[in-house]
């Protein structure tokens, strides 16, 4: 072993030396959490030794970070990285720098986790711009003698790394030839990648794996302060206003019919009354990748490629105007789950820390089991923490747990979800075990990968079309027409499914579109749409429950927020609603809009849409737009024809976007100090 450390490059070996001390240096501060910060009222070693797991990799991904310039300069000066002084020096000085600027932050987490019970993340600035702050700070905390440990301590590092430098400075210098060099070199870097990657799947170790439960103690164990920072800043720009929240709030309380206005403590909770005659159904949320309303057979489209789903939904209850908050995969999984829009300007709000944790309206579902089944990683844009860390009891499924083989990077095929998917359903149903699903399906997105499922789904070509009525459907290709039937083939196939297995009679399936795709023009809708730019927030939507509800077609908007309340009044269960969301079904609710935002002539733009309104903020200028979607030229600007209209419609637009804005980050479960 003396030999083998011996035979590997002296300025490698440093590299590593200084890597395993900084290693030691963030255990040290996690025992430090561990035994004298860490409050959990879980007592499983096995949940407590998860944490450990996946907080001591983020570790390892800090202290590769860090290193990794140390390392760039080692590889490439090689044995000069000793005989250089200004090599030196920069290695001195950026050792001294990472070491003092981690010590104090490690510090700060400690003294803010001691003070809120919550990790440090961008929001701390506020302390430094209020001077009461830091009173209390040098009131409450033994400043004098942090400081003067912090001094004792960069010493002793700075004797470490200075004393090892000149230790191995001393050293021979062995020169390697090319392929041994080259070998060292990719072997570190390979290394160090594998380290920073931080897991063995699809995905990369991200901030969500540490959410796998709703604990604060045992998720707080499982973070690295320093990179939950970090990540946290990506999205500084997107926040609140609690002014403009105020001052809208009258707006939003009689929009929402909230229970109790308060506009001091901002509360929009309203009671959902539950019924105990009501026999307890399961529900199964079934996602439609890229299903927008013009692409399927129910909306008009000329190819009628959907026809299970028509079939379906000529059975029950069809949604002709059900609209996303956004043009994104993660923000509808996102939004239906929380039940507030995901407006966010830099990132979805999936991948923001601060707005994962909801209070949500499927975690109230007493008495039901709870699934979320997706054929490829729950790392996928961090959605895993969006159920685990809000859902008490969430069984999440998902690649490398299915016995299906992975079908292209998006993990299993849908067919082979679908048959996953039944097996946990029926057993439930077999237990007399009421349950609650969100099944994801993915297989409509580029790269269209299907399979011939049963033996009944086959492709088609140009040959087998009408090529007039493919141009006019607005569909970009043969694979995406075709990836659009397969999806219907296996809704087909999910509903035979439950149907053999005994319980389709006692299931609602509300199957919904994520957003549309991107399509050619196509001019066969009620109104311009594609023009509008709402063809790609107007989605597929329709109720499914045979002997529960009776068909029929609703006309007036609804929203993908309004999913959960829908069927928590359904199927009689009693929730406090916290979100944006009203019940769908709800033919008395007289004042309807759904809020989305959405690109037109490369511009970003808030709009409210209603029946027979559609009002639009430019984001970028301000300007306001108001289109009469009833009138012969719905495309009209009519904004200075009907000020009155315009002015109402722009206040509860700003109510809407102001609430959401604040719920983003105040429905939290767990309130701060």
């Known amino acids: 072993m003396k030999s083998f450390w011996k035979n590997i490059p002296k300025y490698i070996r440093y590299v590593i030396v200084q890597a395993i001390f900084l290693y030691l240096f963030t255990l040290l501060f996690r025992l430090i959490f561990y035994v004298f910060f860490f409050k959990s009222t879980v007592q499983d070693s096995g949940i407590i030794a998860k944490a450990w797991n996946i907080g001591l990799r983020f570790d390892l991904r800090l202290t590769l970070y860090v290193m990794a310039p140390l390392l760039i300069i080692a590889l490439i000066w090689r044995n000069a990285f000793f005989t250089r002084k200004w090599i030196r020096r920069v290695t001195f000085i950026y050792l001294f720098i990472s070491y003092f600027v981690l010590l104090w932050v490690y510090i700060f987490d400690l003294g803010h986790y001691a003070y809120l019970g919550q990790r440090i993340d961008p929001s701390v600035m506020r302390f430094l711009s209020d001077g009461d702050n830091a009173t209390m700070v040098w009131e409450t905390y033994p400043l004098v003698r942090v400081v003067l440990a912090v001094g004792l301590f960069m010493w002793l590092v700075s004797l470490q790394y200075r004393r090892m430098y000149r230790r191995l400075a001393g050293e021979a210098p062995v020169y390697l030839k090319a392929g041994r060099y080259i070998t060292w070199t990719i072997s570190m870097v390979l290394l160090f990648a594998a380290g920073c990657y931080g897991n063995v799947a699809y995905f990369p170790l991200r901030w969500s794996q540490a959410m796998f439960c709703r604990d604060n103690g045992i998720i707080s164990l499982g973070l690295n302060p320093i990179l939950y920072y970090v990540s946290n800043m990506n999205g500084q720009d997107d926040t609140f206003d609690e002014k403009k929240t105020r001052e809208y709030y009258p707006t939003i309380a009689a929009y929402?019919?909230?229970?109790?206005?308060?506009?001091?403590?901002?509360?929009?909770?309203?009671?959902?009354?539950?019924?105990?005659?009501?026999?307890?159904?399961?529900?199964?949320?079934?996602?439609?990748?890229?299903?927008?309303?013009?692409?399927?057979?129910m909306y008009g489209n000329p190819m009628q490629a959907t026809p299970n789903m028509k079939a379906l939904a000529d059975s029950g209850i069809l949604f002709n105007h059900f609209y996303v908050p956004a043009i994104s995969t993660a923000r509808t999984v996102y939004g239906v789950t929380t039940g507030v829009p995901d407006i966010t300007i830099i990132q979805t709000a999936s991948r923001h820390p601060q707005m994962v944790d909801q209070r949500v309206v499927m975690d109230q579902f007493k008495g039901y089991e709870?699934?979320?089944?997706?054929?490829?990683?729950?790392?996928?844009?961090?959605?895993?923490?969006?159920?685990?860390?809000n859902v008490e009891g969430v069984k999440v499924y998902e690649e490398g747990m299915y016995s299906a083989p992975k079908a292209d990077v998006w993990g299993i095929s849908d067919y082979d979800l679908v048959n996953e998917a039944n097996k946990?359903?029926?057993?439930?149903?077999?237990?007399?075990?009421?349950?609650?699903?969100?099944?994801?399906?993915?297989?409509?997105?580029?790269?269209?990968t299907t399979t011939s499922g049963d033996g009944g789904y086959k492709k088609l070509t140009e040959k087998d079309i009408d090529m007039k009525k493919f141009r006019e459907a607005g569909f970009v290709s043969m694979d995406q027409f075709n990836a659009l039937r397969y999806e219907d083939y296996n809704v087909g196939h999910l509903i035979d499914q439950a149907r053999k297995s005994g319980y389709l009679d006692n299931t609602i399936f509300i199957m919904f579109g994520d957003h549309n795709c991107s399509l050619n023009p196509y001019h066969f809708m009620p109104i311009p749409e594609y023009e509008l730019g709402s063809g790609g927030v107007h989605a597929t939507c329709f109720i499914y429950a045979p002997g529960t509800v009776k068909p029929g077609v609703i006309n007036y908007p609804v929203s993908l927020v309004d999913v959960y309340p829908t069927m928590a009044k359904m199927v009689g269960m009693q929730v406090k609603n916290y979100t944006m969301g009203r019940d769908m079904l709800d033919s008395t609710i007289a004042n309807r809009y759904t809020l989305s935002v959405y690109a037109k002539n490369l511009m970003t733009h808030m709009a409210i849409i209603g029946d027979q309104y559609q009002y639009e903020i430019n984001m970028k200028t301000g300007a306001p737009a108001l289109y009469d979607l009833k009138s012969k030229d719905p495309l009209k600007n009519v904004v200075k024809e009907l000020p009155d209209t315009a002015k109402g419609l722009d206040k509860l637009a700003k109510a809407m976007y102001e609430s959401t804005r604040y719920m983003l980050f105040n429905n939290k479960k767990h309130s701060a100090k």
């Open 256 to 297: 929402l019919g909230i229970d109790k206005p308060d506009a001091e403590n901002l509360n929009f909770v309203r009671e959902i009354p539950g019924s105990d005659e009501k026999k307890k159904m399961n529900v199964v949320l079934v996602m439609l990748e890229s299903t927008g309303a013009c692409v399927t057979s």
């Open 424 to 448: 946990l359903f029926k057993d439930a149903n077999d237990r007399k075990q009421p349950f609650i699903a969100f099944l994801q399906l993915a297989d409509n997105h580029p790269p269209y």
């Open 370 to 389: 709870k699934y979320y089944l997706l054929g490829g990683n729950t790392n996928w844009a961090n959605i895993r923490a969006v159920f685990t860390n």
